[in-house]
DNA sequence: TTTCTAAAAAACCTTTCAGTTAAATAACCT
DNA sequence: AGGTTATTTAACTGAAAGGTTTTTTAGAAA
């Protein structure tokens, strides 16, 4: 169903596994092998969640015999990037506001916090 | 099953129909009615997409009557961005490297442009 | 050719998800 | 009290997610 890009990278990204191999797969290439080695999970199951990862656009496949080794493709994670940017005000704004009451309360009570 | 914060708030943001509620709710606070308005859906539904996103921590909700108005949380996307930052550099080199593959072209082919 | 290894596909199961309609809550307004 | 409005809860459904085991495919090596 959710057939639009930003739905299909959000929830490729929504499980800890599949991050998990993206950050494994930051620091270079890796097999499908050397990529379930760390989780307790049967080798089809990772086979599935990097299949999702390849339908997200997140990670591409090459062939060298017979492994197929597995690349990070960050494009889609440009886009999470320019969604969330549109929201970034808010958390920026939220910050400003602590910081200005923190501020007020030193004003306030400059020695507040000695007690 | 303890699921882990920004596992719940990827999946939260993995839906459209939540994703325009945000978009809404970034405008200023709204009730459930106002929100559901757009969608061509029934009211329970936008009821349990409010609640997934209260559950990420994405919304909050006060009491005025009979009206329980949502508004925006920003502090889950802020984690969202911290996590997508140990990634940036990758795009950003894909950037650079589209940049110089244009300026390669540019070198041998100087007039490209203009056919 | 046979055999080993890496990975994917198939078939299946169970849980979660996104939606529905119908009933319950809660606060306001006569 | 009785009725209207706003929203949630309950009970149900169908489809998708995430896992399993077993079977295929593909290439390497013997």
């Avoid at 390849?54 to 493709?73: F, Y």
Wanted: charged share 35%; glycine share 4%.
């Amino acid at each position: 169903m959710p057939e639009d890009r930003l739905s299909t990278t959000l929830s490729a990204l929504a499980d800890p596994t599949r991050r998990a191999i993206l950050a494994r797969l930051s620091l270079g290439e890796a097999s499908v092998g050397e990529l379930a080695e760390p989780f307790e999970m049967s080798l089809p199951a990772v086979s599935k969640h990097l299949k999702v990862l390849e339908r997200a656009g997140l990670i591409s496949r090459g062939r060298e015999a017979q492994w197929r080794p597995c690349r990070l493709e960050a494009a889609p994670l440009r886009d999470v990037n320019s969604w969330l940017d549109s929201y970034r005000r808010f958390w920026e704004e939220k910050f400003d506001r602590l910081d200005a009451y923190l501020q007020e309360l030193q004003k306030v009570d400059p020695d507040a916090e000695k007690n």
